[in-house]
Each structure stands twice: as C-alpha cells, then as structure tokens.
C-alpha cells in the first residue's frame, strides 16, 4: 500500500530560518547515519521511520556517501523509499548529503579534492535516485588541498544544478571564515554548518557560534545526545544494541565514573522539567538563537518521538541553565576534533 502523508504534518513544528536564507528548517532533523543502511536488513523499520518523521513534520533528512553499513547503502535505502513512497513529496523534502571521509579505495576516495566531491556528489544522486540534493556539505576540512579547490567543488555543484546549497561541516571557525569568503567570490553562499555539539562536548561555544552569528550562516548540531551518551541506557550497563556494543563509533571507556555521575544529576535536572534526558538534552542545544536544527538518530520509532516531543518545552530559566552547567562539562568524546583544529 503505497505511503500517504498525514494532513495536518506541519501543525505543531515552528519551522526555523536556516541563516540568512529563504530555507526554513525544522527545529528536529533526522539524520541516517546508523540503522539505515544495509548491514541489518533494517529497509522495513528504516520506511516507517521516514514516514513518522514526515508525518511530524520533519522535512528534512541528511545523509551521507559512506552512511551505512556498509558505505552507500544508507543512499540507496534511501533511494528506494523516495521512489516507492516519497517521490510525490519530492518538493516538501529537504535532502543533505556530505563528502569527506572515506568511501572507495585509492588516492581519490576522500578528503576535499574537486575529483572526489563532484564524482562522490554523482554516486549519491545515482544511489537516491535524485537529480539534486538540497544541501551538499563539505563533510570534514583537508588540510592538504587548497581550500579554494574545495570551493570550486561545491560552487560547481550548484552551477551545474546537482545541489540547491552548499554547506560545511567540522570546519573551525577560522576555515569557516575563510570558506564562507571564498564561496562568496564565487557567486555562492555558505548556507550551513554542521558541527557536533551536546551538553557533553561543548567545543563550538568558544568562537564558531558567534562566527556563524555574525555571517549569517545556519547552524545544525550532530551529535546532540552524543551518540546515545545523554541517555539513561549506559548508566547500569551495555544495552546489546547500542553504539558501544556494536563497536561502531563509541568506545567502552567514555563510560566512566565522572561521566555517570554527570548523566544521573543532569536525568535529575531533566525530570524537574518533566522531561526525559534526551528531550532537555536536545532543548538545552536549540536554546541558541543561531541554532537552525538538531540532528538526531534513531534505532526505533519510540526513539524518534520521544526526540520529537522535546519541542513540548523548550524554554529553559537562568536557574536551570546555572544547574545544567554544573554537569554539562565536556567529556571527551569528540571524535571529529581533528576536522576542526586548523
């Protein structure tokens, strides 16, 4: 039976203006980073996730070239959904995709060169079955090829029509600075940045807030439960499906005493407010002005709107900022500081 959205999806979100744009974004974007690819069949579970998300609103959903996995099959999930279920709602839908990390082997499989961009950017229409992304990041900063190539890549991929904006994501804020110029001079603008931001690993607040605030570029966090960490599920011990037990992107040893000391008196923070751990933990990162969207993941539908039904109380007071950071504290656990050190 083929999928028909709910008529009244765009009743309850205050859809946000992503930078100096025209684009308005929803507050909660969902990310396909894991549990879409196709390493554990999950197409089935993957659709109506889409389709529950859409059905609340959320319009926009990111990806990228090596999500999965295995690498592309995050896309190409995704591609078959769209040409199933979403193609009559092409025009309602916002679709990000990202190059820079590895996804093929040999010399032009990753980094920031204009052969790897534009022939990654061609690989994931072809995967999604699109002829245009919405947005095309640039996924980490290449210290070694001229950011000015780089720059090229994403102007050309708006000229030639394969991607309606262009973002960064990782970037500091001196490379952003540098970028956000460079793309000017060449007729294009920066939309967005895409950095990881939590309570737990809070880098961003030294200068690329306020960068981003005075260009008038858009913000969207990654990351805003630190993969899980702003959770309950690791206090007592390791869920069999988790991050940690996949071995997929976070490591044993985040999970120490200082950590669940911290993630126990912010859950405490969070129940004052009535509000779950994740929900406080992704209104705490859309509390900023500047902040466009929160991306999030999601294993199963009970996840996602629980994620959702963060936007029930976002307002924080002075007195519940001045406790939550007595907590929220960084940890270290990000794993894309090297992007951002230059």
């Known amino acids: ?108 499989g990753e980094w920031g060169s204009k052969k790897y961009l534009i022939a990654s950017l061609d690989q994931s229409l072809k995967r999604m079955q699109l002829n245009y992304v919405d947005i095309f990041y640039s996924h980490r900063f290449d210290p070694l090829t001229p950011l000015e190539e780089t720059a ?86 390791i869920p069999k499906k988790s991050r940690i037990s996949d071995n997929s992107s976070l490591d044993l040893k985040m999970i120490t005493k200082t950590y669940i000391k911290k993630i126990k008196n912010l859950n405490r923070l969070a129940k004052k407010r009535d509000q779950t751990l994740p929900q406080m933990a992704l209104a705490w990162v859309l509390r900023h002005p500047i902040m466009t969207s929160a991306l999030i993941g999601a294993r199963t539908i009970k996840q996602l709107d629980d994620c959702l039904d963060s936007q029930n109380n976002l307002e924080f007071t002075k007195y519940e900022l001045k406790e939550i950071d007595k907590y929220a504290i960084n940890e270290k656990i990000n794993l894309w500081e090297n992007s951002s050190k230059y």
């Not at 199933?84 to 010399?107: Q, V």
């Not at 029509?161 to 956000?180: E, R």
Request: a positive charge; charged letters at 20%; proline letters at 4%.
């Open 1 to 108: 039976m083929t999928y028909k959205a709910h008529n009244k999806r765009y009743e309850k979100l205050n859809y946000r203006r992503c930078g100096n744009s025209g684009l308005l974004l929803p507050p909660i974007t969902l990310g396909l980073w894991h549990n879409f690819g196709g390493k554990n069949n999950m197409l089935n579970e993957s659709k109506k996730m889409l389709f529950r998300a859409f059905d609340r609103g959320v319009t926009h959903f990111d990806l990228a070239n090596n999500y999965g996995p295995p690498y592309g099959s995050a896309e190409k999930n995704f591609g078959k959904v769209m040409k199933s279920d979403l193609r009559s709602y092409r025009d309602e839908l916002i679709i990000s995709t990202k190059a820079g990390y590895d996804m093929w082997p040999g010399p032009y």
């Open 152 to 237: 090229d890549a994403l102007a050309q991929a708006v000229n030639q029509g394969k991607a309606l904006y262009v973002g960064i994501s990782s970037y500091s804020s001196k490379q952003t600075i540098i970028m956000n110029k460079l793309l000017k001079q060449r007729g294009i603008r920066c939309l967005i940045h895409q950095p990881s931001y939590s309570m737990i690993n809070r880098w961003i607040e030294k200068d690329l807030l306020q960068t981003l605030k005075k260009l008038k570029i858009g913000c969207i966090a990654f990351s805003p439960l630190a993969q899980g960490m702003l959770s309950n599920k690791y206090i007592k011990e």
